[in-house]
């Protein structure tokens, strides 16, 4: 068995927030998912912007919330919170002032450089989460997609009533999230590969970072993409030890090709050790 199908209490150390979706149930979803006892965990359904301000996790905090297995899903790692968002306590951060040292003693407990491994094992062990170590990337690719989110999904969100509290506690309408005009994605190889593979960034991260930089640049979309292009590959690949967070979507898990790029982690490039000059 990979867990147990309840976990009470779990402390769960969150690394990956996807961007919103709109949801048939819920106005919108993220997936959340990180460490538990050194394994990976899955939290879904999670209608993230309707917890309030201040349990509204990041990425690298510690949460505590009773989990029982997701019975709807059937990978290995999907839990949902047994008390819904009432039930998700917020802890501290990991932050980096110091050192990455902690963030990584969790996230690099077991890393792949394989993709065909990670494919074997969602196939096999019906696994759907891993951390990638990508042997070269190859480029960062920016696309156009639709704009706006599909008709059914915007009469589905018109029917809620979407509130937040303001400073006051009085309500306030929420806006829904904005749908990305552009798609990301790298072009790596890992080891084995004889051809290099194209997967999509699908993080809360880099649209944060899109919507920030146009907002920076003025609304010139050109200029923000470059910017974002600027930190995910330039700042990224050369500065950065990067991985890949890698998780599979339930519909195409059984596919060649199951899995998408979920989240990035980057740790600076450790020094390299200067070897004296005579020995």
Known sequence: ???????????????????PQPSNKYDELVCTAGFFEGKW???????????????????YHWVTVDLIRNHSDFRVESYKPKHGVDGIYVGEKIDTKKAWSERKAYVLNEVFTSMNELVELAHN????????????????VVERQEREWKKEWRDQLRQY???DLDENGEGKVRKVISKLPY????V?????????????????EIGRLYWNCLTQCGGNEDEANRLVEQKYFEEFCSKKDLYFFMG????HHFNDHPFIIVGVF???KLPVEQLPLFS
């Open 1 to 19: 068995m990979y867990l147990p199908d309840e976990i009470l209490g779990a402390k769960v150390l969150i690394t990956v927030k996807t961007y």
């Open 41 to 59: 965990v899955r939290l879904y359904p999670v209608p993230f912007r309707a917890l309030p301000y201040q349990d509204q996790y990041s990425k």
């Open 125 to 140: 062990e019906k696994r759907s989460l891993g951390v990638l170590k990508p042997s070269r990337i190859i480029k960062f």
């Open 161 to 163: 009533n979407l509130f």
């Open 183 to 186: 798609k990301y994605s790298y």
């Open 188 to 204: 790596f190889f890992a080891e084995g590969d004889k051809t290099p593979r194209k997967l999509m960034i699908e993080d809360w």
């Open 248 to 251: 599979t979507t339930k519909a």
């Open 266 to 268: 980057y740790p600076p």
